[in-house]
């Protein structure tokens, strides 16, 4: 399997500081405003999120695709709770799945095992993980 690499460097003190992230063909600024007020930049949590909201899209096409199934288009966003210590305590995913001749609770089913069988969901174990999952037209 693959093996992946980001980087981030960080320049001065917490509050008057700021830092940088780096993947793939991303680099994004990220300062103390943007993680935790809304300052402009990005966040970990933010970029957490984009890879969960991934890592499970693409799950949940792997089942339905081994069910039988040809997704059309699955949809997912994450919000990440960034909480007190700080910590991140919960992920709500919100995912839409359009998928042809699938009925509500043949989804229901698939999505909750993605959830749990996703790489990123696994590494989040300690994380309250809610889903909703709507089948679209």
Partial sequence: MAIR??????KGTLREGSGTMKFGKFEGPFTYASRFESGEGTNPEELLGAAHAGCYSMFLSALLTKAGFKPTRIQTTATVHLEDGPTIKTIELKTEAQVPNLDNAKLQELAVEAKAACPVSKALASVDIKLHATLVK
Wanted: no cysteine; proline share 0%; glycine share 0%.
């Fill in 5 to 10: 690499h980001a980087q981030a460097e960080w």
